[in-house]
Every structure is written in structure tokens, then in C-alpha cells.
């Protein structure tokens, strides 16, 4: 049956063995794929294999499903009280905080993510997520409307049954946390997909589902391909919603098998261009702080990246200069993920670290000027430098396309009304920040910039009670906070005749 790897780690930030189940995880069991196959999981700090994974196909998404929609008939949905479901998800997220340097050492070395910055955002951070939906499982509740005294009508939150949930290799556990937790909360039942790319902290936490006591099929993980098994999930007749995180053009093929199979409610969070907009009155020392770690924040690779700067003609000669001096100090302390002092680590294939390098090419080849950065860093792995373009314009692919690598663009502007129609000039509308001394200023702007979320004089900064989600091509729906149950749930009307009236 299904095997198991163990890994020995022997680093600065990490030392001990870790032991992963390798195969599908359906119905509370550990089973090999119906097809057979693997797939190469590689560490991007060295491009060498770190260890094999089962590979499911359409067939073992059915199995899933089928175990899925036992489980939710039987022992989940209105058979566990929220109460019970509460519980089990707070027994989770203690689990998960029993191992969370086992939790971020496997996402340092399996997306290449600094460590002590994947234990206490990522890891930290999903387990706060599941901690927080834990609280709303017996809160989700409908009302009771007043129609007429011969009448009596209420409505009900109900869960869809099985949810399928397609999670992406930039923020594996934080994402698996802010889809699982809001699904379970609401009585739903789980088809999860790891990224291909990342599977191995998906891998281990499933383990931790038997322990917490969560009966079997609750929730189930699919290791495989998008093309594959993500399109499986997608048009399945018998999964009822779909929650998916990744490039616009994948979330189109989902909401396109949607359409084509059962209409299934579709959630989509996915690409961004994100403007940083930087007034003359800004905080130097604020700005220059939130805006780096806005755009080389896990390597760029953040669909919020602000790599769009645009910066106001008053102050922009000072930024630039603070700016790229900042660059320069994240370019020494780029580097192995489990070195202390590490601050910035590899791109998480070598598919993505080409990617990043053809934008950098294009970027030079369309003028642009490289002020810092544009190479490869060190000799193995997938490093790319912190990278600053300027003289930059609109139609550049550069500051169009979404690059998804710690690659940006600084643009000059005269006027708020300028920098406010350059910045809607995308697409794309997840994110916007903004960095002003001038409070109405900062309103004014929040209000006018056409994306999800604003950040005022910060950057990327998500809170597990304040909902998340985009404008435009960045995607339908939302995450976190109480506005996720709402993606959980559909609404049933109920009409109760009191009188012959």
C-alpha cells in the first residue's frame, strides 16, 4: 500500500527527522492511486529531488467524492452539531501547533521559503485561521422574517455537502487553512488538491485529521496535476461548490467546467498587478519599510505583490535611491531557507524562476532600465535576484503582466488624479496600497482605486477576521472573516402556513 518518506534535517533553524505518508489520503485511509504514478517533488534551493508522491487521476477524484458525500450523509453536516465540529477543528489546530517547526521546515524545503518565516506567518497563520472558524462552527445561523400573522417564514445557512478545493504552491498551508476552515465550520465536506509542486505540509496534515478524531471522508487529499485532477474537481456532477486559488487563466477553465458540468458555486482568487501608490507627504522611513516587503515578500511570488510603484515626482529621486539600497541589503542576505539571517529565498521551480527571467528579459529589451538585480543569484537552485526597473511605461509587458517574482517597476507621477488612473489601468483587481501622512487623502484614494483590498502606510498584511478576495480578473467571492461562511453556505427559504387565513 501507500508508502512513507522520512527526511533527515540537519540545518541551522531545523534538526531532526520528519516522516510523511506519500500516497492519496481518501476516506480516512492512505491508498494508492487507482492508475498508479508519481510525481518529482524538488527542493528549490537546490533543484534536486527531494522525494516521490502518489499521482491521482480522475478516478481516485471519484473515489474521494464518494467518501466525501458518505461522510457528509452519515457522520458531518447537520449529523455533527457545530459544537462537535468547533471542537475538532480547535483539536486541529493544536495538533498542528504540537508540530509547527515540522510544518515549516517541509515548507522551507519543499517551496523554498525562509524558515522562521513560514513558522510564524504561514504555519502560525493557518493554524490562527483554523482557530478562528473553529469559534463560528455553531454561529452559523439564518432569520426569522416577519411576513404576516397567518404565516411564519425563517431561513436556513445549509452546507453544500462535498466541496472541492484547489490550493497553490505560493502559500500551501495558508491557503489550505483559509479553505478548510470556513468549508469544515459550515458542515461541508472536503476533495482537497495540494499543488503538485508542494504537497508535502498537505501530506503531513492529514495525518493529523485521524488524530484530531474527524470521522473519515471529512475531509480527503488528492495529490495530481491541475490539467488532471484539478479539471476532475472542476467539472465532478457531484461536487457542489469549488473554491480555487491561482492564475486567472486557470480560474477561467474552472468557472469554464463549472459551466459545462453542473454549475457548481465557484470561488476564484486569483491574479494581481497591485499598484503602490507613495505621496509627496509619505513616511520615508514607513514607506520605504512596507512598500519592499509589499513586492519581495516570499519572493515576490504574492498574487498582492505591489510591483507597480508609482511614486510622486516630489519625492521620488530620495525613494528611489533609499529603495534600491534596500534591494542591495536583501540581495546579501539571499540564501539558503534554513540559515539564520536568511531573508530571501528561491523561486519555487525551475518553470517559475524561467518565467521571472523572461519578464526581466523583456523588461529589458521593451528600455526599461535595470537600477538593481535582473540575474540569477549563486550557482544551484532557482535564486533570482531583487530586481528595480525604471523608466518603465504603461504598455510594457512588465507592468502589465502579472510576474509573480521579486521583480518591479518604479513610475513617476505629478498628480493624485494621475497616479489613481494609471493604477486602474490593469485588468486585474486584488490589491492596492497606499502610503500618505494625509488621512482624507488616503480615504479618498482607498475609495478609488478598483481592487479588494487597500492597505493604507502597510502592505500585505491580511487579518483572519477581514475578508479577502478581488475586483475585475482577480477573481469572484471572498475569504476570511465572516464573509467566507457566506461562500460555505446557500440559503433556504422555509414557508410555514400557520392559519387557514
Not at 527542493?43 to 480522475?58: D, E, F, Q, R
Not at 463560528?136 to 445557512?157: C, L, P
Not at 539571499?334 to 529565498?345: E, L, N, V, Y
Given at each position: 500500500m501507500a508508502g512513507t518518506y522520512t527526511h533527515h534535517f540537519d540545518t541551522e533553524a531545523y534538526k531532526g527527522d520528519i516522516t510523511i505518508h506519500t500516497g492519496l489520503?481518501?476516506?480516512?485511509?492512505?491508498?494508492?492511486?487507482?492508475?498508479?504514478?508519481?510525481?518529482?517533488?524538488?527542493?528549490?534551493?537546490?533543484?534536486?529531488?527531494?522525494?516521490?508522491?502518489?499521482?491521482?487521476?480522475?478516478?481516485?477524484?471519484?473515489?474521494?467524492?464518494?467518501a466525501a458525500r458518505k461522510a457528509y450523509k452519515t457522520s458531518w453536516g447537520f449529523k455533527c452539531p457545530g459544537d462537535e465540529r468547533g471542537k475538532l477543528l480547535n483539536k486541529l489546530a493544536d495538533l498542528m501547533e504540537e508540530k509547527i517547526d515540522e510544518f515549516a521546515a517541509l515548507e522551507a524545503l519543499d517551496v523554498g521559503k525562509v524558515f522562521e518565516i513560514a513558522k510564524t506567518s504561514d504555519i502560525a497563520g493557518c493554524i490562527a485561521t483554523i482557530?478562528?472558524?473553529?469559534?463560528?462552527?455553531?454561529?452559523?445561523?439564518?432569520?426569522?422574517?416577519?411576513?404576516?400573522?397567518?404565516?411564519?417564514?425563517?431561513?436556513?445557512?445549509?452546507p453544500y455537502g462535498a466541496v472541492g478545493q484547489i490550493i497553490p504552491w505560493n502559500f500551501p498551508m495558508g491557503m489550505a487553512g483559509w479553505k478548510i476552515g470556513p468549508a469544515l465550520a459550515t458542515g461541508n465536506t472536503i476533495i482537497l488538491k495540494p499543488s503538485e509542486q508542494t504537497p508535502l505540509t498537505a501530506?503531513?496534515?492529514?495525518?493529523?485529521?485521524?488524530?484530531?478524531?474527524?470521522?473519515?471522508?471529512?475531509?480527503?487529499?488528492?495529490?495530481?496535476?491541475?490539467?488532471?485532477?484539478?479539471?476532475?474537481?472542476?467539472?465532478?456532477?457531484?461536487?457542489?461548490?469549488?473554491?480555487?486559488?491561482?492564475?486567472?487563466?486557470?480560474?477561467?477553465?474552472?468557472?469554464?467546467?463549472?459551466?459545462?458540468?453542473?454549475?457548481?458555486?465557484?470561488?476564484?482568487?486569483?491574479?494581481?498587478?497591485?499598484?503602490?501608490?507613495?505621496?509627496?507627504?509619505?513616511?520615508?522611513?514607513?514607506?520605504?519599510?512596507?512598500?519592499?516587503?509589499?513586492?519581495?515578500?516570499?519572493?515576490?511570488?504574492?498574487?498582492?505583490?505591489?510591483?507597480?510603484?508609482?511614486?510622486?515626482?516630489?519625492?521620488?529621486?530620495?525613494?528611489?535611491?533609499?529603495?534600491?539600497?534596500?534591494?542591495?541589503?536583501?540581495?546579501?542576505?539571499?540564501?539558503?531557507?534554513?540559515?539564520?539571517?536568511?531573508?530571501?529565498?528561491?523561486?519555487?521551480?525551475?518553470?517559475?524562476?524561467?518565467?521571472?527571467?523572461?519578464?526581466?528579459?523583456?523588461?529589458?529589451?521593451?528600455?526599461?532600465?535595470?537600477?538593481?538585480?535582473?540575474?540569477r543569484a549563486g550557482n544551484e537552485g532557482y535564486y533570482i535576484q531583487p530586481t528595480v526597473f525604471t523608466d518603465v511605461n504603461l504598455d510594457m509587458k512588465i507592468t502589465q503582466e502579472e510576474i509573480f517574482g521579486p521583480v518591479c517597476s518604479l513610475i513617476k507621477f505629478k498628480t493624485e488624479e494621475e497616479a489613481i488612473e494609471m493604477a486602474n489601468n490593469t485588468s486585474y483587481g486584488l490589491a492596492c496600497h497606499i502610503f500618505t501622512t494625509n488621512v482624507s487623502r488616503a480615504i479618498r484614494v482607498a475609495n478609488a482605486l478598483e481592487a479588494g483590498s487597500a492597505w493604507v502606510n502597510c502592505a500585505q498584511t491580511t487579518e483572519v477576521n477581514v475578508p479577502f478576495g478581488g475586483y475585475k480578473q482577480s477573481g469572484m467571492g471572498r475569504e476570511l472573516g465572516e464573509y467566507a461562511l457566506d461562500t460555505y453556505t446557500q440559503v433556504k427559504a422555509v414557508h410555514i402556513q400557520v392559519t387557514d387565513e
Open positions: 489520503f481518501i476516506g480516512g485511509k492512505w491508498v494508492d492511486p487507482v492508475e498508479g504514478g508519481t510525481i518529482d517533488v524538488v527542493n528549490p534551493a537546490t533543484g534536486k529531488l527531494i522525494t516521490k508522491v502518489s499521482v491521482g487521476t480522475k478516478k481516485d477524484v471519484d473515489l474521494a467524492v464518494d482557530r478562528y472558524y473553529a469559534g463560528w462552527a455553531d454561529k452559523v445561523q439564518g432569520k426569522t422574517i416577519e411576513v404576516r400573522e397567518s404565516k411564519f417564514a425563517y431561513t436556513r445557512h445549509e501530506l503531513l496534515l492529514a495525518d493529523l485529521f485521524i488524530r484530531a478524531g474527524f470521522p473519515p471522508g471529512v475531509v480527503n487529499i488528492v495529490n495530481g496535476y491541475g490539467p488532471v485532477v484539478g479539471q476532475a474537481i472542476s467539472e465532478h456532477p457531484l461536487i457542489e461548490k469549488v473554491a480555487f486559488t491561482g492564475s486567472t487563466l486557470v480560474g477561467r477553465k474552472v468557472l469554464k467546467a463549472s459551466a459545462e458540468s453542473n454549475l457548481k458555486v465557484v470561488t476564484l482568487e486569483l491574479g494581481g498587478k497591485s499598484p503602490t501608490l507613495i505621496f509627496n507627504d509619505a513616511d520615508l522611513e514607513t514607506t520605504i519599510k512596507w512598500s519592499s516587503f509589499g513586492i519581495f515578500y516570499n519572493m515576490g511570488q504574492c498574487c498582492t505583490a505591489g510591483s507597480r510603484i508609482f511614486v510622486q515626482e516630489g519625492i521620488y529621486d530620495k525613494f528611489q535611491e533609499r529603495f534600491v539600497d534596500y534591494a542591495k541589503n536583501l540581495a546579501l542576505k539571499t540564501g539558503d531557507p534554513f540559515k539564520i539571517g536568511t531573508q530571501h529565498g528561491p523561486q519555487v521551480s525551475q518553470v517559475q524562476f524561467d518565467r521571472v527571467m523572461n519578464f526581466i528579459e523583456s523588461g529589458k529589451a521593451d528600455g526599461a532600465k535595470v537600477l538593481i538585480g535582473g540575474e
